[in-house]
């Protein structure tokens, strides 16, 4: 059971961009959901984005074309760039690999 440390998370102007990194304490080799999920205050928890084991993804409509989820098997670590972040992508960001879950990095974005 790998245990993930989540970074990458701040406070940023609109129209900035962040790197997120959840880095494994295992391989992630044999794990094929991958995904990032996003908390806002007062809301449900929402699936942002997912990567396949065949090396596709998928968005939800509201950061698709800004947001790239990426892996990196041999660093053991899965990515969500995001790039002209809104005012609405303000939330505490959770990456998930399998069923495991990370702790969670808040991200800002605020002028």
């Known amino acids: 059971q790998v245990q993930l440390v989540e970074s990458g998370g701040g406070l940023v102007q609109p129209g900035g961009s962040l790197r997120l990194s959840c880095a494994a304490s295992?391989?992630?080799?044999?794990?094929?959901?991958v995904a990032w999920y996003r908390q806002a205050p007062g809301k449900q928890r929402e699936l942002v984005a997912t990567y396949s084991s065949r090396g596709s993804s998928d968005y939800i409509g509201t950061v698709k074309g800004r947001f790239i989820i990426s892996r990196d098997n041999a660093k053991n670590t899965v990515f969500l760039q995001m790039n002209s972040l809104k005012p609405e992508d303000t939330a505490v960001y959770y990456c998930?690999?399998?069923?495991?879950w990370g702790q969670g990095t808040q991200v800002t974005v605020s002028s």
């Open positions: 295992g391989s992630i080799f044999g794990i094929t959901f």
């Open positions: 998930r690999l399998g069923e495991q």
